[in-house]
Antibody
Framework: EVQLLESGGTLVQPGGSLRLSCAASGFTFSSYAMSWVRQAPGKRLEWVSILSGSGGNTYYADSVKGRFTISRDNSKNTLYLQMNSLRAEDTAIYYC????????????????WGQGTLVTVSS | DIVMTQSPDSLAVSLGERATINCKSSQSVLYSSNNKNYIAWFQQKPGQPPKLLIYWASTRESGVPDRFTGSGSGTDFTLTISSLQAEDVAVYYCQQYYSIPPYTFGQGTKLEIK
């Protein structure tokens, strides 16, 4: 059974930093691209970043480019999101999501999502 | 960026009746090389993460009841629930994965019982 468990969300001041983690199990982690998707209160889902299974290829949303860094440790089956220079508008539930197709890291839907971790940016 | 627009924003349907949710993309999400539309539909219940219902616009995810059907091609797509059940109350989102970055989602459609 595929399981994704996010952690690391908390209250942080504007300008601060935070690292989120997503522990994965139930599948061959290194074979699949993983994404972070966030949802601000009452808002639509917003994709944040994607990382290929090998860790060699990434994309970011313009809203986080230069501030957030996605990474993974395939030996620990864990995905990370380092978040720097946080802003109030980064307040959201952050979900990690698994890509469906091991042969196409980009053009693939998300088939499993974690329960999410709440990040609140406020003074 | 491809903009995804859903209609309506909210919908109230009687139990056992049909519910129809529409999704329009600002450009075609049909790949001519494989004739697939790169659209997914998700269901999100309060306090829960999104759950995949449909991918490739019309392929039902394993375990999803057959009352959920996805259709459409090009820029216009529909999610139909043939006979609404109480457990179907949720917000439904469409998403394109044709052109990234970024993946983009619709604004969501809130489905309630009438």
């Amino acid at each position: 059974e595929v399981q994704l468990l996010e952690s690391g969300g908390t209250l942080v001041q504007p300008g601060g930093s935070l690292r989120l983690s997503c522990a994965a199990s139930g599948f061959t982690f290194s074979s699949y691209a993983m994404s972070w998707v966030r949802q601000a209160p009452g808002k639509r889902l917003e994709w944040v970043s994607i990382l290929s299974g090998s860790g060699g290829n990434t994309y970011y949303a313009d809203s986080v480019k230069g501030r957030f860094t996605i990474s993974r440790d395939n030996s620990k089956n864990t995905l990370y999101l380092q978040m720097n220079s946080l802003r109030a508008e980064d307040t959201a539930i952050y979900y990690c999501a698994k890509g469906y197709d091991p042969h196409d890291w980009v053009l693939s839907h998300f088939d499993y999502w974690g329960q999410g971790t709440l990040v609140t940016v406020s003074s | 960026d491809i903009v995804m627009t859903q209609s309506p924003d909210s919908l109230a349907v009687s139990l056992g009746e049909r519910a129809t949710i529409n999704c329009k993309s600002s450009q075609s999400v049909l790949y001519s090389s494989n004739n697939k539309n790169y659209i997914a539909w998700f269901q999100q219940k309060p306090g829960q993460p999104p759950k995949l219902l449909i991918y490739w616009a019309s392929t039902r995810e394993s375990g999803v009841p057959d009352r959920f059907t996805g259709s459409g091609s090009g820029t216009d797509f529909t999610l139909t629930i043939s006979s609404l059940q109480a457990e179907d109350v949720a917000v439904y989102y469409c998403q394109q994965y044709y052109s990234i970055p970024p993946y983009t989602f619709g604004q969501g459609t809130k489905l309630e019982i009438k």
